[in-house]
């Protein structure tokens, strides 16, 4: 058990965001950065561990749960996108309560070509469970799988952020509606008698019920590939009326962890590899004294049913909002320096922040006071429709400053006109990293692949003005585009699409082949290199100055492809200067070095490796400059 106090607004775990004006922050970790690994006789490991969270006489504002992967020490991180729960299993002490309820469900990144420093994090809101997450508290990380658990796994870290202070609403009581995988598609085990219409009975003084669910869909039945590859919808009934339909779904080509080992860009049923799942809230009011409510999916049938739905539903009764007009600060985008904020950062304009509604009031406008410490702030009044718990993601104008403190900072002012009831979490301010800085002549270097139809670019500024652009659908296949761009000092964002979602590369598609995507300076030195495999987009902020930052030796262009082959692959590979490369090629598992190359003072060119002699297996293609890796990637041969 681990308690640690911090004092009103010191810097959190995690690069977090900071706090100003509220009350004091405790920070609990309960797993603290545990190593964890499969079980493959069971299919499941448990990790179970107590902590101690405040008494019932102490205010909670709001919970933050944060979960934080690496690599295990003296192990490699895991390969596969597991199913992993983090529950409470026991309040009140070695002899309390048995309770069981899902906190929260992570899905394990494709790990197999992450670096020994690699590491990411992921953060939701576990506010909903305050009335469980109290006194001692029994906690368990149950990771699933069936990889060797000898050679790999992950560190785990779990903490959580309480913010102490009147919350917005104060809660009654939890209750579980639904917990289990239910079959689906199966005629034989219809969903629908599974989940039931459960009947509430509503609580002394209770004015809002709060139905919050986890769904994932998995396994893989034939033809449609339910239910983690079938987009179906799931509706929501209260009193046999239909509140909500939502499909269960998520698109993965812009997952901030990018790239993975594996099928990270596949859109599956509401998860992704390396992916911790956002809840979904269903507020409504409690006007009598019974209630029933139920979830039904899309009517579905399958010849081969494989398919469950793992499903996780609470209901927590609250009492009503305590002020009319309250709003807060729940995150910032842009800038920032959280992981699962990445693709956007660091930025040069466009602060973004997300707040919501906590007042009983419909919340119409707002004023957002914001700006670099140490500047004159900004005035951004946002005006729109929130009802009472809902939240919205505000983008405003402006520059974010590139030197000085570092330190953007957010106010929020008079919701609905009036004085806001719960300041505490109104302001907020953030440290950030500065964008790199270039001289006005570039050249984007853009080397289509064999399905060019899919990509194109922009180059706009602060203003939004798009300044070079190549639409999507007018570039030709396996053609090099070298676009010369004059840019005036200012601030600059380029933008690289992928409308099929699945980057210049993809070792899953090897017919589309592999294109690239480098920004050079007038000299023709790589200035940024871009991944290839990158999703559905990159997003690259930049500012030209007077002063250019220095052009980085290490800064090169490499890559193998086909990375799933019967015979050739072939590595490309462009520096700024000649170096020392050595190639290992690495059989996997085991470790064993089955071919290794030297090359002195290589600069540029293309290199074939012929894998046909080896047998089907899975290699590592690991690639040092200067004794250090600076790229590692798997391949497949003859799978």
Known sequence: MKQFLLISILSFWFNSSLWAGQGDTLQIISHDAITVVTDPSKGANTYTEWAVFPGEEEAIRKIVMKIKFACPDNMRCADWDYLDHITIKRTGGKEGELQDFEIGRM?????????????????????????????????????????????????????????????????????????????????????????????????????????RILQTGHGMDRPDGCGEFCNKYRDFLLDEKLVASRQIWKQCGENPLYPQAGTWIFDRANWCPGDLIQPDLYDFAIAKPKHTIQLKMEDYNSPKPIANELIAAYLIQYKAYRKKNDVTIEDVIIPSKKAIHSRLNPATFGPTIVIKNNGAEPLTKLSINHGSKGQDSNIYNWEGLLQPGEMDTVTMPGLILQKGALTYQFELRKPNGRKDASKQDNLMSVNYTPTPVHEPTLIFHLETNKKPEDNGYQIVDAEGNILYQREVGTLVADTLYKDSLQLSKGAYQLVLKDEGGDGLEFWYKTRAGRGKAILLNSQGKIVKSFNSDFGSSITYNFTVGDTPDPILENEISLGVFPTRTKDFTYFDFLSNNPEEVLIKLIKDPGGEVVEEHLYRDFKEGRLTFDLSRYPKSRYFFRVFVNNKVVYNKRLRVKE
């Open 107 to 211: 899905l394990t990144p494709y790990g197999g070509a992450f670096g020994e420093k690699w590491e990411f994090d992921w953060q939701v809101d576990v506010t909903d469970f305050s009335l469980l997450l109290r006194d001692s508290v029994e906690l368990e990380y149950k990771h699933t799988g069936y990889e060797t658990n000898n050679d790999r796994g992950w560190k785990v870290t779990v903490a959580f952020d309480l913010i102490k202070g009147q919350p917005a609403m104060e809660p009654i009581s939890i209750t579980k509606i639904y917990d289990g995988s239910f079959a689906y598609g199966d005629k034989e085990k219809p969903i629908d008698k599974a989940l039931k219409p459960v009947q509430f009975t509503s609580e002394k003084d209770a004015a809002m019920g709060r139905l």
